[in-house]
């Protein structure tokens, strides 16, 4: 066995116990840590694959956002080292029948397929190369999905926007300062603002 | 003499020589992680030094000058105190995870230090996404630094962890948007591509205003991504104590310390690549005699002092300066560094598109 | 208009931030503005105030004399009980008895060196002195006995 | 580097989505949930990734499916966060079956 | 003010709605000293803040019913200790007032230049010990320097540096030493040319001022019925300064201004210090030269006995107003002595100041309220 390929069944084998222990373990931060692990492997079996830049991606968008994110509302919402209840016996051996089955089937089609391997062919993923399709017009550019996903992120961010505002407008105490100045209360408000008048 | 230029290969050749490849690969990985190791400890050692050197100088101190001359080994006491003492973990923490927080600031650190340039070809991974890698592994510190806050079960470590966290993801764009005006001009991720780039002169001085300006930005966006005054809010003594290593102490300690450091140096060695040249001498433009001169002082020297010179900038802010109020900090991000370095940006490339620059 | 303010709020800004650095600038490239004294070594040069109050000293001279006639008014001064002294009768020549101190008991871990001892002294037997290095690892090294052993009233002070 | 047949990528592609599929199932909490989809959304990423050098390597188009699909995470991620949070105000849990009725 | 169950209670038990209570001190690097301040929070937002008092109460007040009328002023130098002199002047001039005693001219002018030097010594300490709180620590250092100068001259003349027991009733404990003057003046030309420094650093910095503008605000009203004095009150505008209003020593001779500033928030206190302490220069600029002769302190008996009668007298200290109140009963030793200490109330405006600002703003506001535990506790 080579050595790429005992590198590539240690990150499975990490990629995946992680992944059991995030879906597994009972407190909340630590199966978002063991997220986390889980997403840092799959970036080191992207590295693997030399896809760097997908890698590179993988870390800033997954460790550096969403991972921070889910940390973040973990943070917000849930009360330290409090364990979550534990699913009940039923529920787990039912599920567990329902993914194994789906395991076997799909790991049957797969070994049953037989992909016509094109070995030795060189696979380069040129940083520029991915940056002029992504923008060209042309019929295999992606400038079209380039900009969907655009306008989709700018939904997705006025949405959360609204989401987050709506609450808070019925809400004083809870509301951000205006930028730039601090709210107080109100006498103080209303003599900063004689004082400026 | 002093350029590392050239040892490398010998080295690389007599091993290819003496064994077979394999083991050739597993000896040149042993010997990198020894000397990142090394590389460490005493850039902990002499970063924590000048800190103190300068700080004291600043403040019309003298500093440390007991140990050794000039107070050359306080920290290695200093260090030999924090051994000895014993790490305390808090009852009710979740200690695996308090245990495994100062390990993976320290892990990120170490990655950090693959791609960069401290002398001509002397490079530990020279991949093709440099600048992006380095983004990119950077902004896993701050899992370490939440993990931290939260497993410390503190509340001023939690407030600590949150700040930063919001701190270090926010700041994190407008670096990354500075990194970007200097990609735009290169053309290329690569850090090695980076520092050919500037063969003819600096970027700071090639690239006119907007990339002074984005040089600027960057300053500050890595002052406040590494957690330093006046952006240490994660740590802002007089108002979380210790803020998330509140409950930290002994070696545990001396990690997320050292951490500081070493990202520091790391954040420098970026800027000094990108802004002023990595190990590239100072060029200018056609003036033959003036660049062979400058050639004779070796390259590692250049990359080091670059470096430290930056570094002497981020000590002089954090002792001058006052620390903000975290809403202000936000405020700076997204009301002033992000809108002037996304037009920056927008004048960058208009420079690289017309090809402004020398 | 917005764009002006804005501006005029960078520029004013990062100015302010400028000046400070070149203040601090300023001091770190001039060692000499340094103040530190490095105390342990410059003992042999340190000078202290002569009116400087380190502890409770009674002067003897050469005779081995002293001016305590053991009135007690420096203890009662006392704001916290810092002084004892415990009297004895001597027998003048004469064949008198006359009081005098046996032991002036000074704890210097109480006195707070507040000088009322030195002014209530009607024969200024008792003075301040400039010592003020009295760590000790013992405490009771801190009670001191004030009058030197085999010393007496000099002559003359009533 | 081909020395790793592409079915045994496929099954730890495979594995991790039925890893996330278990989670899904099994979990209450909405915080989790969304861990266990995003999982679910990686091994996708794999496979494309797979496919794609394995099968095409010389064209990109799974490198940009990835892509497509990191960001279009992201933006599930943002907004689903953005609703748990208010849920979490309004009904101060995010327990999926605390929250059945459908109002906010 | 705290009921018994309020002061056993668990501080650190959560509030309800995601409220997060956290114990400031009585260990905190911002609190100097052993201030316990109960902070609830709502994310960084401050909902309450309770202070916790008495980890340094000394009972000062009972401490001095054993004393003599001599032996009591030194006490109180360890009450605000960064104002000595000023506390020590107080139970001196009560003392005084009690037996009418005629202070020689000298001695007054004297402890005029004392209190003054005191007050720029405690306000440089304060805009030190300000700025670090604020995160900068340099100008500690700096303030450092020209307070070394002060706690010299202290030294050459008084006999200590920090907690002098310079003033007595009737004068003062000796006359001031040769060098003084000129030691002065050499304070107060360097103190004029480094006072620039504070406002690179510190003044004008666009940091500091966004940290502390509109933020710790206290109105006119609220200063009045908070009992708030001393620079604190004449930030928001109240006209309090004893040396103006109730002019004791030279004071009455003395050109000098109140300062006052309408503005109430951190900015506006700082503001109010720094121009004291500027003032402070000018008191000390008219005097120095013109010491008269004479004596440094009044004949007065061995034993001090006030007749009966109940007496007050009020100076200003650094922190504001300081008050002592002193019951005789004819006896050698005070039947009761109340000291009215002007860090208490101003801390009692804390809670009111800080509520719905960030918790850095707390540091900002305690900072410019210039807190002395011991000066509260007693």
């Known amino acids: 066995m080579e050595a790429s390929a005992i590198i590539f069944y240690c990150i499975a084998a990490f990629i995946l116990g992680a992944g059991i222990l995030a879906v597994t373990t009972r407190k909340i931060f630590r199966s978002a840590i063991w997220l986390l692990f889980s997403l840092v492997g799959i970036a080191a079996l992207y590295f693997w694959l030399q896809v760097e830049f997908i890698a590179a991606v993988q870390i800033i968008v997954y460790v550096g956002g969403i991972v921070v994110l889910i940390i973040f509302s973990i943070f917000l919402t849930q009360q330290s080292g409090k364990e979550m209840a534990k699913p009940s016996g039923k529920h787990v051996l039912f599920s567990l029948l329902a993914v194994l089955f789906g395991l076997a089937l799909i790991y049957n089609l797969i070994s049953e397929y037989g992909f016509a391997e094109q070995a030795s062919r060189p696979f380069q993923v040129?940083?520029?190369?991915?940056?002029?399709?992504?923008?060209?017009?042309?019929?295999?550019?992606?400038?079209?999905?380039?900009?969907?996903?655009?306008?989709?992120?700018?939904?997705?961010?006025?949405?959360?926007?609204?989401?987050?505002?709506?609450?808070?407008?019925?809400?004083?105490?809870?509301?951000?300062?205006?930028?730039?100045?601090?709210?107080?209360?109100?006498?103080?408000?209303?003599?900063?603002?004689?004082?400026?008048? | 003499m002093f350029s590392l230029e050239g040892i490398t290969g010998t080295v690389q050749n007599w091993l290819l020589n003496t064994f077979n490849p394999q083991v050739a690969l597993l000896i040149e990985c042993a010997i990198v992680i020894l000397l990142a190791i090394s590389l460490f400890a005493v850039l902990g050692l002499v970063l924590v030094l000048m800190e103190r050197k300068v700080a004291a100088h600043i403040q019309i101190r003298l500093g440390p000058n007991r140990v050794g001359p000039g107070g050359m080994f306080q920290t290695v006491a200093d260090t030999v105190k924090l051994i000895m003492k014993e790490g305390l973990t808090p009852d009710l923490a979740d200690k695996f995870l308090f245990n495994l927080?100062?390990?993976?600031?320290?892990?990120?650190?170490?990655?950090?230090?693959?791609?960069?340039?401290?002398?001509?070809?002397?490079?530990?991974?020279?991949?093709?996404?440099?600048?992006?890698?380095?983004?990119?592994?950077?902004?896993?510190?701050?899992?370490?630094?939440?993990?931290?806050?939260?497993?410390?079960?503190?509340?001023?470590?939690?407030?600590?962890?949150?700040?930063?966290?919001?701190?270090?993801?926010?700041?994190?764009?407008?670096?990354?948007?500075?990194?970007?005006?200097?990609?735009?001009?290169?053309?290329?991720?690569?850090?090695?591509?980076?520092?050919?780039?500037?063969?003819?002169?600096?970027?700071?001085?090639?690239?006119?205003?907007?990339?002074?300006?984005?040089?600027?930005?960057?300053?500050?966006?890595?002052?406040?991504?590494?957690?330093?005054?006046?952006?240490?809010?994660?740590?802002?003594?007089?108002?979380?104590?210790?803020?998330?290593?509140?409950?930290?102490?002994?070696?545990?300690?001396?990690?997320?310390?050292?951490?500081?450091?070493?990202?520091?140096?790391?954040?420098?060695?970026i800027g000094a690549t990108l802004f002023l040249g990595g190990w590239m001498p100072l060029h200018i433009g056609n003036w033959e005699g003036f660049n062979h001169v400058m050639d004779y002082i070796p390259s590692s020297v250049w990359f080091f002092g670059k470096t430290f010179f930056l570094i002497f900038l981020i000590m002089w802010f954090r002792w001058t300066f006052p620390r903000l109020r975290v809403d202000q900090l936000l405020n700076l991000e997204w009301k002033y560094l992000l809108p002037i370095s996304l037009f920056n940006l927008l004048l960058v490339t208009l420079i690289a598109i017309l090809g402004w620059h020398f | 208009m917005f764009l002006k303010e804005y501006i005029k709020d960078v520029v004013g800004g990062v100015t302010s931030l400028l000046k400070g650095m070149r203040k601090t600038g300023y001091y770190f490239f001039h060692p000499?503005?340094?103040?530190?004294?490095?105390?342990?070594?410059?003992?042999?040069?340190?000078?202290?105030?002569?009116?400087?109050?380190?502890?409770?000293?009674?002067?003897?001279?050469?005779?081995?004399?002293?001016?305590?006639?053991?009135?007690?008014?420096?203890?009662?001064?006392?704001?916290?009980?810092?002084i004892k002294i415990i009297t004895k009768f001597d027998m003048t020549p004469e064949g008198k008895k006359k009081k005098a101190i046996d032991t002036f008991i000074y704890h210097l871990e109480l006195c707070t060196m507040c000088n009322l001892c030195v002014e209530a002294c009607p024969t200024g037997a008792i003075s301040m002195a400039q010592n003020f290095e009295h760590s000790v690892y013992d405490r009771n090294k801190l009670t001191k006995k004030l009058n030197k052993p085999g010393s007496k009233v000099r002559e003359g002070v009533e | 580097m081909n020395s790793v047949p592409l079915a045994h990528i496929l099954f730890v592609s495979t594995a991790l989505f039925c890893i996330g599929m278990y989670g899904l199932f099994t979990r209450r909490n909405i915080i989790t949930m969304l861990m266990s989809i995003e999982l679910m959304l990686n091994s996708v990423n794999i496979n494309f990734v797979a496919f794609n050098k394995y099968l095409?390597?010389?064209?990109?188009?799974?490198?940009?499916?990835?892509?497509?699909?990191?960001?279009?995470?992201?933006?599930?991620?943002?907004?689903?966060i953005a609703i748990i949070i208010n849920l979490y105000r309004s009904h101060n849990s995010i327990d999926v079956e605390d929250a059945t009725e459908l109002k906010y | 003010m705290y009921t018994q169950t309020d002061v056993i209670k668990d501080t650190t038990a959560d509030g309800p709605e995601g409220e997060l209570v956290i114990n400031m001190g009585p260990q905190h690097p911002a609190t100097h000293g052993v201030l316990h301040?109960?902070?609830?929070?709502?994310?960084?937002?401050?909902?309450?803040?309770?202070?916790?008092?008495?980890?340094?109460?000394?009972?000062?007040?009972?401490?001095?019913?054993?004393?003599?009328?001599?032996?009591f002023t030194y006490v109180t130098s360890r009450m605000d200790y960064l104002s000595a002199h000023i506390n020590n002047l107080a139970c001196a001039m009560t003392v005084e007032k009690a037996m009418q005693i005629e202070v020689p001219e000298r001695a007054k002018v004297i402890r005029v230049l004392m209190n003054e030097l005191t007050r720029i010594a405690s306000h440089e300490l304060w805009i030190g010990a300000m700025a670090m709180d604020l995160g900068a620590f340099t100008p500690f250092f700096y303030a450092f320097r020209e307070r070394e100068l002060?706690?010299?001259?202290?030294?050459?003349?008084?006999?200590?540096?920090?907690?002098?027991?310079?003033?007595?009733?009737?004068?003062?404990?000796?006359?001031?030493?040769?060098?003084?003057?000129?030691?002065?003046?050499?304070?107060?030309?360097?103190?004029?040319?480094?006072?620039?420094?504070?406002?690179?650093?510190?003044?004008?910095?666009?940091?500091?001022?966004?940290?502390?503008?509109?933020?710790?605000?206290?109105?006119?009203?609220?200063?009045?019925?908070?009992?708030?004095?001393?620079?604190?009150?004449?930030?928001?505008?109240?006209?309090?300064?004893?040396?103006?209003?109730?002019?004791?020593?030279?004071?009455?001779?003395?050109?000098?201004?109140?300062?006052?500033?309408?503005?109430?928030?951190?900015?506006?206190?700082?503001?109010?210090?720094?121009?004291?302490?500027?003032?402070?220069?000018?008191?000390?600029?008219?005097?120095?030269?013109?010491?008269?002769?004479?004596?440094?302190?009044?004949?007065?008996?061995?034993?001090?006995?006030?007749?009966?009668?109940?007496?007050?007298?009020?100076?200003?200290?650094?922190?504001?107003?300081?008050?002592?109140?002193?019951?005789?009963?004819?006896?050698?030793?005070?039947?009761?002595?109340?000291?009215?200490?002007?860090?208490?109330?101003?801390?009692?405006?804390?809670?009111?100041?800080?509520?719905?600002?960030?918790?850095?703003?707390?540091?900002?506001?305690?900072?410019?309220?210039?807190?002395?535990?011991?000066?509260?506790?007693?």
């Open chain 5, 150 to 378: 002060i706690t010299d001259i202290m030294e050459e003349t008084c006999g200590a540096r920090l907690t002098m027991n310079y003033m007595v009733p009737g004068g003062v404990m000796y006359d001031i030493h040769p060098s003084f003057q000129q030691k002065v003046k050499e304070f107060v030309t360097q103190f004029k040319h480094k006072v620039t420094e504070y406002e690179d650093l510190v003044t004008n910095n666009v940091i500091f001022q966004s940290r502390t503008k509109g933020v710790g605000f206290l109105s006119k009203e609220d200063a009045i019925s908070y009992g708030c004095s001393g620079p604190v009150a004449r930030a928001s505008g109240v006209s309090c300064d004893i040396r103006k209003l109730y002019p004791y020593e030279v004071y009455d001779k003395v050109q000098f201004d109140e300062v006052l500033d309408t503005a109430g928030d951190s900015f506006a206190r700082y503001m109010v210090r720094v121009r004291e302490m500027n003032q402070s220069i000018r008191i000390i600029e008219q005097l120095i030269d013109s010491i008269p002769e004479g004596e440094f302190q009044a004949k007065t008996k061995a034993v001090l006995k006030p007749p009966k009668g109940e007496f007050y007298t009020r100076v200003e200290t650094a922190r504001g107003e300081l008050g002592v109140y002193l019951v005789s009963e004819g006896g050698t030793t005070p039947y009761r002595i109340k000291y009215r200490s002007p860090g208490f109330s101003n801390l009692s405006a804390l809670d009111h100041m800080a509520r719905g600002s960030k918790i850095g703003d707390l540091m900002a506001t305690m900072g410019t309220l210039d807190l002395v535990i011991p000066d509260i506790d007693r």
């Open chain 3, 32 to 82: 000499k503005e340094i103040i530190t004294e490095q105390y342990p070594d410059n003992r042999a040069t340190l000078k202290l105030a002569e009116r400087f109050r380190g502890e409770v000293v009674m002067a003897h001279d050469a005779n081995n004399e002293h001016a305590c006639t053991g009135c007690t008014a420096c203890e009662l001064a006392c704001p916290n009980g810092t």
């Open chain 1, 126 to 197: 040129a940083v520029g190369e991915i940056g002029m399709q992504m923008l060209s017009t042309t019929q295999h550019g992606f400038i079209l999905p380039f900009e969907a996903v655009s306008m989709l992120l700018l939904a997705a961010m006025v949405g959360c926007i609204v989401i987050a505002m709506k609450n808070k407008s019925g809400n004083l105490e809870a509301a951000e300062p205006p930028a730039g100045k601090l709210m107080i209360h109100s006498d103080f408000t209303s003599s900063t603002t004689e004082k400026e008048a």
């Open chain 5, 37 to 71: 301040l109960v902070i609830t929070l709502d994310g960084e937002t401050i909902k309450k803040i309770e202070p916790h008092l008495g980890y340094i109460h000394r009972s000062i007040e009972k401490m001095t019913e054993s004393l003599t009328y001599r032996q």
């Open chain 4, 56 to 80: 095409w390597p010389e064209k990109l188009d799974g490198i940009f499916f990835t892509l497509f699909i990191i960001t279009i995470a992201a933006a599930e991620a943002a907004v689903a």
């Open chain 2, 101 to 269: 927080a100062p390990f993976v600031v320290m892990i990120v650190a170490m990655l950090l230090l693959a791609p960069i340039a401290f002398a001509k070809n002397f490079q530990i991974w020279d991949i093709n996404i440099g600048v992006l890698y380095v983004s990119a592994v950077s902004s896993l510190s701050v899992i370490g630094i939440l993990m931290a806050g939260w497993a410390s079960n503190n509340k001023y470590s939690l407030l600590g962890a949150m700040r930063s966290g919001a701190q270090i993801v926010s700041y994190e764009l407008s670096a990354g948007l500075a990194i970007l005006s200097i990609v735009v001009l290169t053309g290329s991720l690569q850090i090695s591509d980076i520092i050919a780039s500037q063969q003819d002169g600096w970027w700071l001085f090639k690239g006119h205003i907007p990339v002074i300006i984005a040089f600027v930005i960057f300053l500050i966006a890595v002052t406040a991504e590494t957690n330093r005054a006046p952006f240490d809010l994660a740590e802002a003594e007089s108002e979380l104590t210790a803020g998330f290593h509140t409950e930290y102490s002994g070696m545990k300690f001396a990690l997320f310390f050292l951490a500081e450091y070493i990202n520091i140096f790391i954040v420098c060695a």
